[in-house]
């Protein structure tokens, strides 16, 4: 993907960071870095809302929006939803979203109040609220273990689609434990073999755009690779 900014939101211990070899942000509110760091990184010891509220949050990235980003912060679907908002408005339309966490493989590990070693949430409802109102997005759940992972693609910082809907699209999927998981997401029936997925001629296509003003039938045809 070779990207030139990377953002992550749940640094955790910084297993995940210490794979990054560019400029990096790392937001969460209790970190304890116990992994080696290679990259200039400026780490944040605060909440994703927060962070996101200063008037420039990304301001460590000297004017260069973000390349790709990790959401793996609090593990409920209103946190990831306005994680992924807040996130896009920085992007690269060439960038990649991570979300993690998404493909839970029972109900337990699902659920809103934690209850296991491996725990999802009910981030999961994201993706679909994603397809509902941002058919412009391309969204590829990945095969990872133990959670899965979403990829989300072809993003518009200036879409304001989800904050004009994100009370609705809450109000429409929220629910008490025990959650109901749908059967292609407890299965993975569409999620992506990670290996297969990484060596798609397509990330090569997203640098070269980055360095563009990508048009957004630029961006969709080189997507296309990917869904085609």
Request: aromatic share 8%.
């Amino acid at each position: 993907m070779q990207p030139r900014t990377y953002l992550e939101i749940g640094v955790f211990t910084g297993s995940s960071l210490g794979l990054s070899r560019t400029r990096s942000i790392g937001v969460d509110p209790g970190y304890t870095i116990t992994k080696e760091i290679q990259c200039e990184v400026q780490l944040h010891r605060t909440t994703s809302d927060e962070f996101f509220s200063r008037p420039d949050p990304i301001a460590f990235f000297d004017g260069v929006p973000i390349d790709l980003a990790f959401i793996d912060g609090m593990h409920l679907a209103e946190f990831a939803l306005r994680d992924f908002m807040n996130v896009e408005k920085h992007m690269s339309p060439a960038g990649v979203v991570l979300l993690d966490d998404m493909l839970p493989r029972n109900s337990l590990e699902a659920a809103r109040d934690r209850r296991t070693a491996a725990w999802a949430g009910d981030v999961f409802k994201v993706a679909d609220i994603l397809r509902t109102y941002r058919p412009d997005l391309t969204i590829i759940p990945v095969n990872t273990s133990p959670t899965g992972t979403v990829l989300v693609l072809g993003l518009d910082p200036f879409s304001r689609v989800l904050d004009d809907n994100y009370d609705a699209a809450l109000a429409a999927c929220l629910a008490p434990d025990p959650q109901v998981v749908p059967e292609e997401t407890l299965c993975r029936t569409y999620a992506a073999d990670p290996v297969t997925l990484m060596a798609s001629p397509v990330w090569a296509k997203l640098v070269g755009l980055r360095k563009k003003n990508v048009s957004r039938a630029a961006l969709d045809k080189a997507l296309g690779t990917l869904t085609a």
